[in-house]
């Protein structure tokens, strides 16, 4: 137990609580959206603004952020506009994040060696920045839920349902896209970019085989992401394994479980209207 003593330690934990709280919340109106091939290409996006972050010598993240924002923004054009098709676009965007960062870190003086960190994750390098970034976007996540939740529930469900009903769907849908955005910068830290959709699609789809309600699938996979994350941490600091890994196959384990669970029993989802 000497090991909750060390203070990288709790700054792990810290982290791992506060991005289940993150991508619970983003992931949930991912997967309600049909969203995980775009939110995979803004992932995979970012990369280039981390890669001219360590080029340029400044702070990577801020690249990421900048770059993840402008491509979450770009596909939501694109999708309204229909000048491209959706699919395209996002493959597009996707290829030339990773095409940039690739070039930028290759013209990087000397070796890059937060690469992999980047990559794949080390959640052992947060730093008490990184935790009070965390804890503003899960506040404000919070508290954008809590005060625009029927907004954001009728938005995911049925958008033009939503117009019916008077909601600015373009605002909800430009604000989702930029907390997406964000909520994935922030959580590179500890799953990395390669493996970072699983946090955001594998607890919502494990919940989602249970229930239909929104609420639900979010206070779900919040608890789902949380021991996965912490699960995965202490996992991989006692078996030498990497973090992002460790935790991507306990929620692998997770899905698959719950895939069981649902298909043995035959669990009736309550339908929300």
Not at 4 to 19: D, E, G, K, V
Not at 154 to 171: I, P
Not at 183 to 208: A, C, D, E, F, K
Request: with cysteine; hydrophobic share 55%; charged share 10%.
């Amino acid at each position: 137990m000497e090991i909750f003593s060390y203070q990288f330690f709790q700054n792990a934990l810290w982290a791992s609580l506060l991005t289940a709280i993150v991508a619970g919340i983003i992931g949930s109106y991912i997967v309600v959206r049909r969203m995980a091939f775009m939110s995979g290409g803004i992932t995979h996006a970012s990369f280039g603004g981390l890669g001219l972050g360590v080029y340029a010598g400044f702070e990577p993240m801020v690249g990421a952020a900048c770059f993840a924002i402008l491509s979450a923004l770009g596909i939501g054009y694109v999708s309204r506009a229909g000048h491209i098709r959706q699919d395209s676009a996002i493959a597009g965007i996707w290829s030339l994040g990773m095409a940039v960062g690739v070039l930028f870190m290759a013209m990087t003086p000397g070796y890059t060696t937060n690469l992999s960190a980047y990559l794949f994750g080390n959640i052992l390098l947060v730093t008490k920045t990184d935790l009070l970034l965390l804890l503003c976007m899960a506040v404000m996540l919070v508290l954008f839920f809590s005060l625009a939740y029927r907004s954001v529930l009728y938005t995911a469900f049925d958008a033009d349902f939503a117009r019916t009903r008077g909601r600015k769907v373009a605002l909800i849908e430009n604000l989702m896209l930029v907390a997406i955005a964000l909520g994935i910068v922030l959580s590179i830290r500890l799953i990395g970019i390669m493996l970072l959709m699983s946090m955001l699609t594998l607890p919502q789809s494990t919940m989602n085989l249970f229930t239909d309600r929104f609420k639900h699938i979010i206070f779900g996979s919040v608890v789902l992401a949380l021991i996965g994350s912490a699960g995965g941490l202490l996992g991989s600091y006692y078996l030498g394994l990497p973090s992002g890994a460790f935790i991507v196959l306990l929620l692998v384990l997770f899905f698959g479980a719950g895939k069981m669970i649902s298909s043995l029993h035959r669990i009736p989802k309550p339908r929300h209207a």
